[in-house]
Nanobody, 114 residues
Framework: QVQPVESGGGLVQPGGSLRLSCAASGIFNSAYTMAWYRQAPGKQRELVARISPTFVTNYADSVKGRFTISRNNVEKTVYLEMNSLKSEDTALYYC????????WGQGTQVSVSS
């Protein structure tokens, strides 16, 4: 399967935490920047975080200090640790390269609500 497979989403209360995983063997290469994206209802997909081949990370201002992206080049997996979750983090989360490939997975739903 070429498309990434995202997992780890769920329903969590504000202030809670989740850890997303992305099995991305079909699109992963140690030379590529990998990233997490999200799309909330009625909004465009946005870049949340990315990690370069040299493990340099960048974050959207809205998640800086709360989210941490990491990668495992052997397992071809990308992770997103999310802490201090807010209702505005509710979205469908996807992983892909950055810039993106044409291969998108189904995403994993994150819902933050009390």
């Amino acid at each position: 399967q070429v498309q990434p497979v995202e997992s780890g989403g769920g329903l969590v209360q504000p202030g809670g935490s989740l850890r997303l995983s992305c099995a991305a063997s079909g699109i992963f290469n140690s030379a590529y920047t990998m990233a997490w994206y999200r799309q909330a209802p009625g909004k465009q997909r946005e870049l949340v975080a990315r990690i370069s081949p040299t493990f340099v990370t960048n974050y959207a201002d809205s998640v800086k200090g709360r989210f941490t992206i990491s990668r495992n080049n052997v397992e071809k997996t990308v992770y997103l640790e999310m802490n201090s979750l807010k209702s505005e983090d509710t979205a469908l989360y996807y992983c892909n390269r950055n810039p993106t490939s044409v291969y998108w997975g189904q995403g994993t739903q994150v819902s933050v609500s009390s």
